[in-house]
């Protein structure tokens, strides 16, 4: 404090400001992104093709050192969770599972260091729902969600979380048709009337066909002697 005077007396005090730390919510980056974004589809998933994450999912927290404890949780929806839908982290000695033992589980949760659950996440991968593509699959993709826990680990406020998604919209690939035989072999009698049933031989099935009117198949069907007669055939247009 300065009075003015000629004098120029100074007059010097201060006055301790203390900061409380407050606990920081960790964050999640995607390393080698090349295409990768949050909250949107990731490129290039074929349908039935499992699909390596070329970039990974790091941790960090601006609280904690790497050597500090999170929990990361993971897990995908579509319909029913651990039997469509699977992950498998990378293998590490260092990180503890809680829920799966991180081999194509639908719910994975485990927790270890920071820069160990980085390094879990480095061959993370995904495996499509068989058949699954944006087409048939609920609003057209599948959600993987992570959501990180720093337990709590520094300053005040208690346990803070962050949750980041991922999408993934398989490209649909066309499946082969299956045919199945349900008698192998049946017995008619000599001279039998014309148009005499023999049941139901085989039954053709294809995952790509709807009965919804939208797609047809081609069915051809062979006798090296007779004649086949196809009960409530509908001939094609």
């Given amino acids: 404090v300065f009075d003015g005077a000629q004098e120029n007396f100074n007059v010097t005090s201060s006055i301790r400001i203390e900061i409380n730390a407050v606990n920081d919510a960790p964050t999640m980056v995607l390393g080698d992104s090349r295409g990768f974004a949050w909250d949107s589809p990731v490129p290039n998933v074929v349908e039935d093709t499992d699909f390596i ?32 839908l699977s992950l498998t982290p990378g293998s590490t000695d ?4 809680l829920s799966s033992d991180g081999d194509r589980d639908g719910f994975i949760a485990f927790h ?10 480095k061959q993370l991968t995904y495996h499509p729902a068989p058949h699954m593509n944006f087409r048939n699959a609920p609003s057209g993709r599948d959600a993987v969600t992570f ?3 720093d337990l709590g680990s520094s300053g005040s406020g208690g346990q803070r979380s962050t949750q980041r998604t991922l999408y993934f919209a398989p490209t649909p690939m066309n499946d082969e048709p299956i045919l199945t035989i349900t008698s192998s072999a049946i017995t ?7 148009g005499a049933p ?7 099935n294809d ?18 002697t007779g004649a086949l007669v196809l009960q409530d055939a509908v001939a094609a247009a």
């Avoid at 970039?55 to 969770?81: E, F, N, Q, R, W």
């Avoid at 270890?112 to 996440?121: E, F």
């Avoid at 995952?207 to 090296?224: E, I, Q, S």
């Fill in 112 to 121: 270890g260091s920071i820069s160990d659950v980085s390094m879990a996440l």
């Fill in 207 to 224: 995952v790509d066909v709807h009965d919804d009117g939208g797609d047809n198949m081609c069915v051809t069907l062979a006798v090296t």
């Fill in 53 to 84: 994450f070329p970039a990974s999912v790091i941790l960090t927290d601006p609280d904690c050192a790497p050597d500090t404890t999170v929990k990361l949780t993971i897990y995908v929806l579509l319909g029913h969770l651990g039997s469509h």
């Fill in 188 to 194: 008619l009698h000599e001279n039998a009337a014309d």
């Fill in 94 to 97: 260092r990180v503890k599972f």
């Fill in 198 to 204: 023999v049941g139901t031989l085989l039954e053709v």
């Fill in 147 to 149: 959501v990180v826990d």
